[in-house]
């Protein structure tokens, strides 16, 4: 009988010691599963003229440059203005008329030559009067929005020919790859004050098109509040 008692207490001590390690890995298992795959974020670079490839072709003065890798290659955004200046391939019914040009353009540069993707182009030929056809400060963006590996670039521009105050065609222009996305209507002026001393506004309204009600609700809204923080 004395012979069975270390036995027994060596059996047992086996036994707290399986439990011991199977605890162990159970913990080790939770641990593991815890940890949530990491997002990778856009390297966004800017550049300027002497850093584009040489055979890369643009119109205007450059207002953003940038250049970054995602899983559609390395990428190169340029937008640019020419600002009011007369233009002859446009028709002018007035002397002093005047005429603006904006562009926006994407670049996928394979072996050191780029090669254009899309290009967003707008503008206002012959205004005798105030001329814009300028890009948003600030409101240029690039995003990954849905995490997809592929950047979401976004264009924000305001046109119009006025003598007064009125409100300006506004538009953001947004491309995921070569799917356009777009948000088309105007700017909200202040036009006068009320009686009860209210401040009056026109302008303001907007329509999103097809892509962006039928994309992510991510896309849309950060569109909304891109532009509720530029109508004015």
Same mark, same amino acid.
């Given at each position: $009988? @004395?012979?069975?008692?270390? =036995?027994?207490?060596?059996?047992?001590?086996?036994?707290?010691?399986?439990?011991?390690?199977?605890?162990?890995?159970? =913990?080790?298992?939770?641990?593991?599963?815890?940890? #949530?795959?990491?997002?990778?974020?856009?390297?966004?670079?800017?550049?300027?003229?002497? !850093?584009?490839?040489?055979?890369?072709?643009?119109?205007?003065?450059? @207002?953003?440059?940038?250049?970054?890798?995602?899983?559609?290659?390395?990428?190169?955004? =340029?937008?640019? #203005?020419?600002?009011?200046?007369?233009?002859?391939?446009?028709?002018? #019914?007035?002397?002093?008329?005047?005429? &603006?040009?904006?562009?926006?353009?994407?670049?996928?540069? @394979?072996?050191? !030559?780029?090669?254009?993707?899309?290009?967003?182009?707008?503008?206002?030929?012959?205004?005798?009067?105030?001329?814009? &056809?300028?890009?948003?400060?600030?409101?240029?963006?690039?995003?990954?929005?849905?995490?997809?590996?592929?950047?979401?670039?976004?264009?924000?521009?305001?046109?119009?020919?006025?003598?007064?105050?009125?409100?300006?065609? $506004?538009?953001?222009? $947004?491309?995921?790859? /070569?799917? /356009?996305?777009?948000?088309?209507? #105007?700017?909200?002026?202040?036009?006068?004050?009320?009686?009860?001393?209210? /401040?009056?506004?026109?302008?303001?309204?907007?329509?999103?098109?097809?892509?962006?009600?039928?994309?992510? /609700?991510?896309?849309?809204?950060?569109?909304?509040?891109?532009?509720?923080?530029? =109508?004015?």
């Amino acid at each position: $009988m @004395k012979k069975l008692i270390p =036995i027994l207490l060596l059996f047992n001590a086996f036994l707290v010691s399986c439990k011991q390690e199977a605890n162990q890995v159970k =913990i080790d298992s939770k641990s593991e599963t815890a940890i #949530e795959p990491k997002v990778q974020t856009l390297q966004i670079e800017p550049i300027d003229s002497t !850093q584009f490839p040489k055979l890369l072709k643009y119109e205007g003065f450059v @207002k953003n440059a940038v250049r970054w890798k995602d899983k559609l290659g390395d990428n190169i955004v =340029i937008t640019t #203005e020419t600002g009011n200046y007369r233009n002859e391939k446009f028709q002018h #019914e007035f002397d002093e008329g005047g005429d &603006a040009e904006l562009f926006g353009y994407h670049f996928l540069v @394979k072996n050191g !030559q780029p090669v254009q993707t899309w290009k967003v182009y707008d503008y206002i030929q012959d205004c005798p009067v105030d001329i814009v &056809a300028s890009f948003v400060k600030d409101s240029f963006e690039i995003t990954d929005l849905d995490n997809n590996g592929i950047a979401e670039i976004w264009l924000m521009y305001k046109t119009i020919c006025h003598g007064d105050v009125s409100p300006c065609e $506004m538009k953001i222009i $947004m491309y995921e790859g /070569k799917q /356009k996305f777009a948000m088309r209507g #105007e700017s909200k002026v202040q036009v006068g004050i009320g009686d009860n001393g209210e /401040k009056l506004f026109e302008g303001g309204t907007y329509k999103l098109d097809s892509a962006f009600e039928k994309g992510p /609700k991510k896309f849309k809204d950060f569109a909304l509040n891109l532009w509720n923080k530029n =109508i004015i």
